[in-house]
């Protein structure tokens, strides 16, 4: 029997994909086919974005231990001087943090004090929105600040690799113009779905002469069929790839277990040390919004990120990787001052980032907000965060930050002296 023909619409209906189109969309439309091409000047730089939701306790993690204030504001969820990990008269860690006194020892790590931006929101979504997006307008923006830095980059040779997401859906920060990358919580989901049918759907439209597909004419016109078998094409492609990096892989470092961001993280390392053309990952540890009994869920979330992050390190010198990935981790809001009735803390306004790897200038930089001279409880911003994301912008990714922001911030002293920086 001679098989039907069929059109874009029936290929459509048959559910050909099991996966996002949105999310593979722009690597069709590019003129480049091959993925390494997304690195037009071979730059192999990675950087791994680490969020932190639901406002993460700055003065918890960072702790002013020598300053009264902190003290007299925080009668039975302050961290005593006597477990503080001191890194200077002044400030020291959470206890859990003992990994990352050791990185920071080392020169590894860099935390910024009193970080935000003006007329801040203490509203998750719209605080969120504004840290994807680096600007005030939030998503009114409609693409984040990576995306913008790969579509800036990457050109017209974006893959559906250029970002990927360890979550169910892709965040504002990762999506641009052209850029619409991957997302997925586990790399067995993120695969072909269909049965016998869609295979057979799929066979014939590939099977199918050029000469019946319409005529489409303009400049950058794409084919329907055309497009539909790009899809279908780079969606297998990419989803086999991230399969077999992360099933073959083997860790050169233990990994905690139980823990899920470093679960998270050992995929990014599988996927780092086989190459993918993958220039951003970005993964979010939550549980921090403490409004209530703050302590004990807060000391778990810092041996949490803590520990993982110490072990994805560890494991990507193992494997002589180190030197090509920086991490970045944030929250979209620190919280007040002083302690609640229910021994937690509410939503406030700035808090500490910090950065990892062998590429950071080590060290505290910024000013430590007054815990005294306060605006409406909330401790004052003292460093812009998107003068954070134009040092990573300029210094790590080689995008331009001021077409990627929108304006001009200068950028921190954040990152050591390197060789010169390339585009992706």
């Not at 799929?202 to 489409?216: D, I, K, V, Y």
């Not at 086999?240 to 470092?253: G, H, L, N, S, V």
């Not at 780092?272 to 919004?289: C, E, N, Q």
Request: charged share 20%; net charge positive; hydrophobic share 40%.
């Amino acid at each position: 029997m001679t098989p039907r023909p069929l059109d874009r619409r029936g290929f459509l209906k048959q559910g050909i994909l099991g996966v996002s189109i949105a999310g593979t969309f722009p690597a069709f439309l590019a003129k480049t086919a091959a993925w390494a091409q997304g690195s037009a000047a071979g730059d192999d730089r990675v950087l791994v974005v680490l969020q932190l939701s639901g406002g993460n306790d700055g003065l918890s993690t960072l702790v002013p231990y020598s300053d009264p204030a902190y003290g007299r504001a925080r009668s039975t969820i302050r961290v005593d001087e006597g477990a503080v990990l001191k890194i200077d008269d002044r400030v020291g860690l959470h206890p859990n943090l003992k990994e990352f006194k050791g990185l920071f020892d080392e020169g590894s790590m860099a935390i910024v004090q009193g970080v935000s931006y003006p007329n801040p929101s203490r509203s998750h979504f719209e605080s969120m929105d504004v840290w994807h997006a680096a600007d005030r307008s939030g998503p009114r923006r409609g693409s984040g600040w990576l995306g913008r830095a790969i579509d800036s980059t990457c050109g017209n040779a974006t893959t559906p690799l250029s970002a990927v997401n360890l979550g169910g859906s892709v965040p504002l920060a990762l999506q641009g113009e052209r850029t619409k990358p991957v997302a997925f919580q586990n790399p067995g989901s993120y695969q072909w779905r269909g049965g016998r049918g869609e295979r057979e759907a799929f066979a014939r439209l590939n099977a199918l002469p050029a000469e019946m597909e319409p005529e489409m004419k303009g400049p950058g016109a794409v084919r329907p069929l055309d497009f539909l078998r790009r899809v279908a094409s780079d969606a297998s492609a990419s989803s086999e790839a991230i399969r077999k990096a992360t099933q073959a892989y083997a860790p050169k470092a233990p990994y905690p277990p139980g823990n899920r961001l470093a679960e998270d993280l050992r995929l990014v390392a599988a996927m780092i040390a086989a190459g993918l053309p993958t220039r951003v990952y970005y993964a979010s540890l939550g549980g921090f919004d403490t409004h209530a009994n703050q302590r004990g869920t807060h000391d778990n979330l810092m041996r949490v990120f803590s520990t993982g992050v110490a072990a994805f390190l560890k494991d990507l010198a193992a494997q002589g990787l180190a030197g090509r990935v920086l991490v970045l981790a944030f929250s979209e809001f620190g919280r007040r001052v002083k302690e609640n009735a229910s021994r937690g803390t509410d939503h406030g306004v700035a808090a500490p980032m910090f950065l990892f790897g062998d590429g950071v200038l080590g060290g505290i930089h910024g000013k430590h907000p007054s815990l005294t001279e306060l605006d409406s409880g909330d401790l004052v911003m003292t460093t812009d965060f998107r003068r954070v994301y134009a040092t990573v912008l300029d210094g790590w990714l080689g995008a331009p930050s001021e077409k990627v922001l929108g304006e001009r911030f200068e950028p921190l002293p954040l990152l050591g002296a390197k060789e010169k920086v390339r585009a992706f």
